[in-house]
């Protein structure tokens, strides 16, 4: 499981006027505090840590003597974590994801209502004991901006199955929001609580919902694959989430999933037609409108 926010992020906190020419760089694995002269620069490994968390410990670090004193480092913090918190936003553009080339399905469309197509989709509710390690520790607040695709990697569990697992507390911390098979989706978690499910508690787990796609043998792929999609049309509209936040896991972590819809394990031709198909379950849900971006 990848970390996008600290693997991909390069970039340069001007705070001279508050700490006399000192700043803080954070690259890739390391941020840095640069002093006046005749200091030394302060580096910390940050790979792991959100943005906030480098700095703070960072300055916390420095303000114990190395460099200022109590009032410089409650001044960064001050400058610093509004930036700070714009520039992990999920809505910046440095985090949007790449727009997926795919054809509209050129067939007649279907106008439904929500509650039209979620009872198309068959939508039972099963949620997780809130007493499951999953639930106590890692199922915060949400308010989503991003649909996770998933694939459950298991030839023999059907949705049901799936629920039965979570509820026993035998996934230890993982839990998502739907599993979907061929004849319905189950719903494990409400959609104001965070999964943890994408890419161990950031920004995958803290602002998606997320999917599962059952891989049954003797159940058919097609009808599982549209049953998802128009699920995720239907969370799109509910949410008013573009096409392009629609993601596969392997956006998150490069992990190859959901596997049957990525070619050569990336997306390719396979996600684009099921992104094609969803597109044409929110056109039938929004009069005919597209919400690409």
């Not at 799109?236 to 992990?255: A, C, D, E, F």
Request: charged fraction near 25%.
């Amino acid at each position: 499981m990848g970390e996008r926010f600290a693997e991909q992020s390069s970039f340069t906190l001007d705070i001279r006027s508050f700490a006399n020419e000192k700043f803080i760089k954070i690259e890739d694995s390391t941020a840095t505090l640069m002093p006046p002269k005749g200091r030394d620069a302060v580096k910390i490994p940050s790979k792991t840590w959100d943005f906030a968390g480098k700095c703070l410990m960072l300055a916390g670090q420095v303000a114990k003597g190395r460099c200022m004193d109590m009032r410089r480092f409650l001044q960064i913090c001050l400058v610093v974590l509004p930036l700070l918190a714009a520039s992990c936003s999920p809505g910046s553009s440095s985090r949007r994801p790449p727009l997926v080339s795919f054809r509209p399905q050129d067939i007649p469309l279907v106008p439904r209502t929500v509650s039209q197509i979620n009872r198309e989709v068959r939508i039972d509710r099963d949620y997780m004991p809130t007493s499951t390690r999953a639930r106590r520790y890692y199922s915060g607040s949400l308010s989503p901006r991003f649909i996770t695709i998933h694939s459950t990697a298991n030839p023999s569990g059907d949705a049901c199955s799936h629920a039965k697992y979570l509820n026993k507390g035998k996934s230890g911390s993982l839990c998502w929001h739907f599993t979907v098979d061929q004849y319905h989706a189950v719903q494990h978690l409400p959609l104001n609580r965070r999964g943890h499910h994408a890419d161990k508690g950031g920004p995958g787990d803290r602002y998606s919902i997320a999917i599962e796609m059952c891989e049954v043998r003797s159940h058919s792929k097609a009808k599982t694959y549209d049953r998802a999609a128009k699920l995720t049309a239907s969370l799109m509209t509910q949410y008013n989430i573009p096409l392009r936040n629609v993601v596969p896991h392997y956006y998150w972590s490069g992990k190859a999933c959901p596997g049957p819809l990525l070619d050569e394990k990336r997306p390719g031709y396979k996600w684009s037609w099921f992104i094609s198909r969803v597109d044409y379950y929110y056109r039938c849900l929004n009069g005919g409108k597209q919400h690409v971006s």
